[in-house]
Each structure stands twice: as C-alpha cells, then as structure tokens.
C-alpha cells in the first residue's frame, strides 16, 4: 500500500505529516512524499493514503470519485466548491 505525504517547498507541511511518516515507516508502508501541484500526478487507487492539508485530500477523493462528507467547521476558502474548480 501507498502512501503519499504532502510537502511544503520540501519541507513536510505541518506536524501532521511528519507524524504520519513515522507512523507509515514503522508500519513498512511505501511513502511518497509530493507538493500540492503534483496531487493531480499521483497515481492514485482505492488502496492509496493521501495525507496533507484539506484542499490535498479534497482534491484526492475527488480523483478517486469519492464524495467527502459535509464538513461545516472548514473555512469557505477551503470548501469543497472551491477545491473542484
């Protein structure tokens, strides 16, 4: 299994990320880490992690034609809507 890890001008983009590296590395996942202008490269599947910020997993579930649930606390310039376009 695949996990693919946001990264931030090749940093990782919080400590969210990181902490998900060393979780997954433990574990003996693959890992690949990318920027967010490559989310659309990734070669993504039903079996694929996607961890990152929320525009980066939103974008993820809708490559794999996944409708994510209504998340109402997640500021407008981060809606769904707005990701899509």
């Known amino acids: ?3 693919f890890i946001q ?3 090749g940093e990782f983009a919080n400590i969210d ?3 998900a590296l060393l979780g997954f590395r433990e574990k003996g996942y693959q ?3 990318f920027e967010y202008p490559e989310i659309d490269e ?3 599947d039903d079996e694929s992690i ?4 929320i525009p980066v997993v939103l974008r993820a579930l809708q ?3 996944i409708t994510p649930p ?3 606390s997640i500021p407008p310039q981060f809606a769904y809507s707005q990701i899509s376009q």
């Not at 996607?50 to 910020?53: I, K, Q, T």
């Open 31 to 33: 890992i690949i880490t």
């Open 50 to 53: 996607v961890c990152g910020g």
């Open 70 to 72: 209504e998340l109402p």
């Open 1 to 3: 299994m695949k996990v």
């Open 42 to 44: 990734l070669p993504l």
């Open 17 to 19: 990320t990181f902490t």
């Open 63 to 65: 490559r794999l034609g």
């Open 7 to 9: 990264k931030h001008r």
